[in-house]
Structures are given as C-alpha cells and as structure tokens.
C-alpha cells in the first residue's frame, strides 16, 4: 500500500483525501475535506525515511507546544495523530500560495511589499517566541501570502521531528543522520549557530533566517546561493554577505540596515526580539508613506498649477477679445487677469487643504 492508500484507509472515516500537493520538502501534503465540518483541510504526513524508528510520544509532546499557537498570522495546528506508525497532523487549508511561489513569479518584491509581509511574520515571530516556541525553519516556503498578509506554517515542526529523531536507532547510518541534520532547517536560512550543531540554539535563529529571507525579498536572491549545503552552511559561518543596499539601492537605510543586523554571525549582535524587528519595521512603514503622501502632493499641485495656467491664458485671451469685440477699456486686461489670479489661488489653496485633511484618514484607513 502506498502512503495515499494507507492514509484513505486509516482517516477515510474522518477526511476524504483529494489531491496531494507537490513540493513538500520534509513531508508529503494532501487537501482533503474533513467530513464532519464539510471543510477544506491540509493534512502533512512526515516520510517514512524521515521517521524511521521515530520516537512518536516525543514528537507528540512538541506538536501539542506549537499547537497551543493561534495568531493570525500563524497556521494553527488542528489534529495529530498516527498513520501505519508515522506521525501526521492537519492544518486549515489557506487559500493563496507560498511566498517561494510568489518570489519565482514577481521576483524583487515592492518595498511597500516587503515590510507588510515582514511585519506580519515579525508578529508571528514574537508571539511563538513569547510562548517559547522557536521555529527553525523560516524561509518562503514556509510563508504563505493569502489576501496580502503574511501566514506562517510549520511552527514547531522541525523540532518536533528533530526531537522524536535525537535517539536514532543503532542501524542507522550516518547517510540518514545527514538527512535528519536536513530537516531541521534549511542550509540557505541556517543559522551559524544552526549550521555548527550548537545545542543551545534559541529563538534570535529565527531571527537570522527572517533576515535571510527578507533579503532574498528585496534582492531577489538569498545572500548565500552555493548548491552545495556544505558550502552553504561554511558560508553562513564565515562569509560577509553583500550589503543589502549594494544589490537593492532603492531599500530605505533603515530596512537595509535592520535585514544585515539580522545576519550578524553572533546571536548577540541580531535584534534580540521579533518585537525589536517590529518596531523598525513600523518606523520604515511611516517613513513610505510619508514619502507616498509628499509624492502625492508634489504631483497634485504640478497639476494644479498647469490648470491655473491655462486658465490664465485662456481669461487674457476672453478679455482681449471681450475689448476688441465690444469696446470696453484697455484696464479691462489686467482687471481680469487680478482677479482669476486670486480665484485660481484660492481654489488651489482650498483643495490643498481638503487634500491635507483626508490624506490621514485614508493612510489610517490602509493601515487597519
Ligand atoms: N495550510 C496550507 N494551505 C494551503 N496549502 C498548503 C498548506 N500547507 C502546505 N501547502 C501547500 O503544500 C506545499 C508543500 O508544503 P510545505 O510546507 O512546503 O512542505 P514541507 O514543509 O514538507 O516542505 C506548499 O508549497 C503549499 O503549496
Ligand atoms: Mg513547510
């Protein structure tokens, strides 16, 4: 039987399996309908490579940790359970796609973009952390954008199946062990503290892998790009990545100097919290839509003085027909021209300030 079939038979009561996504890194990821609910969830089942001789009650106890997350802005566990002895466990289903997708799509994403999404899974961040629990997976494949906000899946996970693995059977060999080292992170967002199998890896990892994500956002490209996980993981350790502004000018210096800040080699030289992340990332959003609204203005009052303009022309051209045509006085001229140049001043000054009074309400009315 392979595992689809084992799946149907063993939850067939509680979900009907419909298709299997592609693309499953450390798992294999089906839509299925949960009968009872008539909805639509995801259910991920770890790989039998992956979980030979898996410890399930220590995979339990770290599943039932993330579990205990629910934000918005992270996908909540819904159920685990066992299928022919590998572990499994069933999220929502979110409609939209991953932040990997959308990178190989649209590239280098807007900066207005950026520090959305990045906000979203800096509030993420902080809330697990805050609750002890440390991702150690981060990277877009993990980010799902549904309705342009940012959700993070997988929460915990890593953990869970490097904890369930800590006692590998003796008849594993040392090829398996390398996977195992595989599944609890990811070579391009690996820490250097990851990288060095530091047992005492705490939540500022999460950390440097939202910096290398963040500039692969901005840049296109990780700072790191070897095939080699080797090299990668000797490159996360020694190697001075290429400032963020050398490859995106336009990055506000602010963001630009936050996403280096997060790839800093010694934990103690990251932000320490997502919080700190949030706070620059608040103060760079303020600074985009001040230069937004400055922009605006900029261009409504080049129009409106092109307008003027031609109003000007045409009241000189009126009033010197008007003079010809029906006789009136030569100061009929510069009478005219007075007194459109103060209607034209007054109309400009009052829409400026109509303009002044909404420009507030409609950038609050974006943030919510
Ligand atoms: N909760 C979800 N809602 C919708 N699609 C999902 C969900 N979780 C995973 N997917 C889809 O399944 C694919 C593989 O999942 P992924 O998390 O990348 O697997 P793994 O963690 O094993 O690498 C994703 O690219 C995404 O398209
Ligand atoms: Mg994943």
Redesign the pocket.
């Known amino acids: 039987m392979d595992l689809r079939e084992e799946l149907e038979a063993s939850l067939g009561e509680l979900y009907s399996i419909e298709q299997e996504?592609?693309?499953?890194?450390?798992?294999r990821?089906f839509?299925a309908q949960e009968k009872s609910l008539g909805r639509r969830v995801?259910v991920?089942v770890l790989p039998k490579e992956l979980t030979g001789g898996v410890n399930v009650d220590r995979f339990r106890r770290e599943i039932v940790l993330a579990a205990q997350l629910q934000h918005p802005h992270i996908?909540t566990l819904l159920s685990t359970g066992q299928v022919a002895g590998v572990p499994y466990y069933t999220?929502?289903?979110?409609?939209?796609?991953?932040l990997?997708?959308h990178l190989r799509e649209s590239g280098p994403l807007p900066i207005a973009e950026v520090v959305g999404l990045l906000g979203d899974v800096a509030k993420a961040l902080a809330f697990a952390h805050e609750r002890g629990v440390i991702h150690r997976d981060i990277k877009p494949?993990?980010i799902?954008v549904c309705g342009g906000a940012a959700v993070v899946?997988?929460f915990g996970?890593a953990k869970a199946v490097s904890e369930a693995k800590d006692q590998p059977p003796p008849h594993e060999t040392g090829e398996s062990l390398t996977q195992i080292g595989m599944s609890v992170g990811t070579p391009t967002y690996m820490a250097p503290e990851q990288a060095a199998a530091d047992p005492d890896v705490d939540h500022r990892a999460d950390i440097y892998a939202f910096g290398i994500t963040a500039y692969e956002m901005l840049t296109g490209r990780p700072p790191f790009c070897d095939s080699s996980p080797r090299k990668l993981l000797a490159a996360h350790l020694t190697e001075i990545p290429d400032p963020v502004l050398a490859r995106r000018p336009d990055t506000p210096p602010a963001l630009a100097a936050m996403v280096m800040a997060c790839l800093a080699k010694e934990p103690a030289d990251r932000p320490q919290t997502a919080k700190e992340l949030l706070r620059v990332l608040e103060i760079v959003q303020a600074g985009e839509q001040r230069a937004a609204r400055a922009q605006m203005q900029r261009g409504s009052l080049a129009r409106q003085l092109a307008l003027g303009l031609a109003a000007l022309v045409a009241v000189s051209i009126l009033a010197r027909a008007s003079i010809i045509a029906m006789g009136l006085p030569e100061w009929v001229l510069p009478a005219m021209l007075v007194a459109a140049v103060l209607i034209i001043v007054a109309v400009v000054g009052r829409a400026q300030g109509i303009a002044r009074a909404i420009t507030p309400i409609a950038s609050a009315r974006r943030r919510e």
């Not at 996504?21 to 798992?27: D, E, R």
């Not at 999220?91 to 991953?98: A, L």
């Open positions: 996504f592609g693309g499953g890194g450390m798992s990821v839509l995801v991920k996908v999220m929502p289903y979110e409609e939209g796609r991953s990997r997708a494949d993990n799902l899946s997988d996970i």
